[in-house]
């Protein structure tokens, strides 16, 4: 069963840290690129951050470069998004996503497999 599971979000003060998990099952993790979008309340859902298959390329939507940071470990099919320094702005939910599109993709229609989203809430 092709699955992503998304783990690791809360309430976080502004300034604190975070790190989502994604658990990957059912496909072979290391063949895709995983990205990580949120949708925040009242908004359409955004890119944030993408990796690569390999884990050596990554790209970042602008609001959180320098701030987020996405990894891997294809050992443990698995995808993180440390949050550094988070703002209440970055209160959203949070979905990791795996697509077969060439990289950088920042497109969600480019990613076919998705999870159910983790909340996370930034109070200030």
């Known amino acids: 069963q092709v699955q992503l599971v998304e783990s690791g979000g809360g309430l976080v003060q502004a300034g604190g840290s975070l790190r989502l998990s994604c658990a990957a099952s059912?496909?072979?993790?290391?063949?895709?690129?995983m990205g990580w979008f949120r949708r925040a309340p009242g908004k359409e859902r955004t890119f944030i951050a993408a990796i690569a298959w390999s884990g050596r390329s990554t790209y970042y939507v602008d609001s959180v470069k320098g701030r987020f940071t996405i990894s891997r470990d294809n050992n443990k099919n698995t995808v993180y998004l440390e949050m550094n320094s988070p703002k209440p702005e970055d209160t959203a939910v949070y979905y990791c996503?795996?697509?077969?599109?060439?990289?950088?993709?920042?497109?969600?229609?480019?990613?076919?497999?998705w999870g159910q989203g983790t909340q996370v809430t930034v109070s200030s």
């Open positions: 996503a795996a697509s077969s599109a060439p990289f950088p993709v920042d497109r969600g229609e480019a990613y076919s497999l």
């Open positions: 059912g496909f072979t993790f290391s063949d895709y690129a």
